[in-house]
């Protein structure tokens, strides 16, 4: 989560716009895809993915990392209903618990949230039928998705001024890729896990617009 104070009011400023326009865009998107079972499943995904970004594992001295969540929901979900899920789990952690500044809400949804939901969902269609290349999708998509997030905060943070003035870029990135690589393995070994268990326990409910779709029609 980047905190407030971190970046220029243009960057903010931008990512907020560019981050509300991707929910907007989500929303409506999302007139199509819900379904009686698949309200209950982004509650529990939901809070699942709440809970598992409020633990941190350890890294390495003085580091720790916890997993995302928005490839995850992206993939089971769908990224439009992903990105909505996430930006909620956001927002309460950003006012209730001051866990990322408010005025970089815009930024952490879409480090976050809008990068990993469209990774997911670019990857969920192939858990119609899982098998081995699902899963080594699956683990590299959620490895990406975390170092997308990882070097994208870099930039920000460059584009903002906020480096300090001894570090390089290049230095900075290199830095914040090799800790988020191991965060990245995590959440790709996790997300596997955790669609395999739903799809395997709940495919209707992960489908359910899919399957329920007149032949020859693509649900958005």
Do not use: C
């Amino acid at each position: 989560h980047i905190a407030s104070g971190f970046l220029s009011p243009p960057v903010w400023g931008t990512l907020a716009a560019v981050s509300g326009a991707a929910l907007a865009g989500s929303a409506i998107a999302t007139t199509r895809q819900l379904g009686d079972r698949k309200v209950p499943l982004m509650g529990v995904m939901g809070a699942f993915v709440f809970a598992a970004q409020m633990v941190n594992f350890p890294i390495l001295a003085g580091t720790s990392g916890h997993l995302g969540g928005g490839f995850l929901l992206g993939i089971l979900l769908g990224p439009s209903l992903g990105i909505i899920v996430i930006t909620s789990v956001l927002v309460v952690q950003a006012l209730v618990f001051q866990d990322g500044g408010v005025e970089a809400l815009g930024a952490n949804i879409f480090v976050m949230g809008v990068v990993p939901s469209l990774l997911g969902g670019a990857v969920r269609s192939l858990w119609r039928r899982p098998g081995w290349i699902a899963y080594a999708a699956t683990f590299a998509g959620g490895a990406a998705a975390v170092l997308a997030g990882a070097t994208l905060v870099v930039l920000f943070l460059a584009w903002s001024g906020s480096l300090p003035a001894k570090v390089h870029l290049v230095e900075a990135l290199g830095v914040m890729d090799s800790i988020h690589l191991f965060i990245g393995l995590v959440e790709g070994a996790v997300t596997v896990a955790v669609v395999r268990f739903v799809v395997g326990a709940r495919r209707e409910a992960v489908f359910e617009t899919e399957l329920a779709a007149p032949a020859g029609e693509v649900p958005a």
